[in-house]
Nanobody
Framework: VQLQASGGGLVQPGGSLRLSCTAP????????IAWFRQAPGKEREGVSC????????GAGRSEKGRFATSRDNAKNIVYLEMNSLEPEDTAIYYC???????????????????WGKGTQVTVSS
């Protein structure tokens, strides 16, 4: 299983970005999908997760109040919407799954079975 995070880039403080998580050949809506990030010199931390039973009209739980996770089952995509971005949000963002249907909190990177390549988010003026 290969997950792929995309949608990162350079954004000014206060701006927004929407990241996407895709997985060709793998049905994301069967599983809980988590988002993690790793900033330079820091440990990887969980930021959000969405369980499998949350449909396309629902939202997952985010550890950051400015972030929201949702999924589009028809497109097989999970999104991480990030608003009011701050320089401290600069990091590589990853999506991952432990192949369970419900999110387990707190989010622990060592609990994840599959990871994808991350996408760089840089918040700077």
């Amino acid at each position: 299983v290969q997950l792929q995070a995309s949608g990162g880039g350079l954004v000014q403080p206060g701006g927004s970005l929407r990241l996407s998580c895709t997985a060709p050949g793998f049905t994301l809506d069967y599983y809980a999908i988590a988002w993690f990030r790793q900033a330079p010199g820091k440990e990887r931390e969980g930021v959000s997760c969405i369980s499998s039973n949350v449909g396309s009209s629902g939202a997952g739980r985010s550890e950051k109040g400015r972030f929201a996770t949702s999924r589009d089952n028809a497109k097989n995509i999970v999104y991480l919407e990030m608003n009011s971005l701050e320089p401290e949000d600069t990091a590589i963002y990853y999506c991952a799954t432990d192949t369970l249907s419900n999110c387990r909190y707190p989010l622990r990177d060592y609990s994840m079975d599959f990871w994808g390549k991350g996408t760089q988010v840089t918040v700077s003026s």
